[in-house]
Antibody
Framework: QMQLQQWGAGLVKPSETLSLTCAVSGGSFNSNYWSWIRQTPGKGLEWIGEFSQTGTTNYNPALKSRVTISVDTSKSQFSLKMTSVTASDTALYFC??????????????WGQGTMVTVSS | ETVMTQSPATLSVSPGESATLSCRASQSVRSNLAWYQQKPGQAPRLLIYGASTRATGVPARFSGSGSGTEFTLTISGLQSEDFAVYFCQQSTTWPPMYTFGQGTKLEIK
């Protein structure tokens, strides 16, 4: 059964770069889309971006200028980097698989979540 | 961007009864609508996709309906483990974008 295990720094200073990694096990890495999503009490769940099996990345326009999603297929891992963070980037970050089911694209498998706090 | 609005924010229902949760899209999303359940300290769990299809392992007491801009999640015969927060989510393929509703907290009455 496919599982996602994520990790990264839980405390990041303002203006610095947030870095998280998600490892995929128990299934095919290359035949799926992989996303990052974050959650805050104020804004709720917010999609950050995705990496596709074709090698393309798609980002939320609101975050696009600061976000990079990269992949290490040899390790079945994908990563998130977000630059110039501020307190508003404090959130619970999730990695997730985008399923392709009958023409629909829900997030069917999620990592456990990583709480990231932006503070000096 | 398609804005998803859920109502009510909080719903109080007694165990054994039914709960009806609503989700409205600011523009048509056809049937590209999913529902998730989230419990404290956990990641969201996919319940429904394609507006009405239950995900693998989801009990039959969960049902989804609707298309276009109006959607409903109905939970029949509420059990103790069903009290949680529920989110709806839409997806568009081009440009790729996914947006979530703000959630409905289902609490025990």
């Amino acid at each position: 059964q496919m599982q996602l295990q994520q990790w990264g720094a839980g405390l990041v200073k303002p203006s610095e770069t947030l870095s998280l990694t998600c490892a995929v096990s128990g299934g095919s890495f290359n035949s799926n889309y992989w996303s990052w999503i974050r959650q805050t009490p104020g804004k709720g769940l917010e999609w950050i971006g995705e990496f596709s099996q074709t090698g393309t990345t798609n980002y939320n326009p609101a975050l696009k200028s600061r976000v990079t999603i990269s992949v290490d297929t040899s390790k079945s891992q994908f990563s998130l980097k977000m630059t110039s963070v501020t307190a508003s980037d404090t959130a619970l970050y999730f990695c997730a698989r985008v399923a392709f089911i009958s023409g629909y694209y829900p997030f069917d498998i999620w990592g456990q979540g990583t709480m990231v706090t932006v503070s000096s | 961007e398609t804005v998803m609005t859920q109502s009510p924010a909080t719903l109080s229902v007694s165990p054994g009864e039914s709960a009806t949760l609503s989700c409205r899209a600011s523009q048509s999303v056809r049937s590209n609508l999913a529902w998730y359940q989230q419990k404290p300290g956990q990641a969201p769990r996919l319940l429904i996709y394609g507006a009405s299809t239950r995900a693998t392992g989801v009990p039959a007491r969960f049902s989804g309906s609707g298309s276009g801009t109006e959607f409903t999640l109905t939970i029949s015969g509420l059990q103790s483990e069903d009290f949680a927060v529920y989110f709806c989510q839409q997806s568009t393929t081009w440009p790729p974008m996914y947006t979530f509703g703000q959630g409905t907290k289902l609490e025990i009455k």
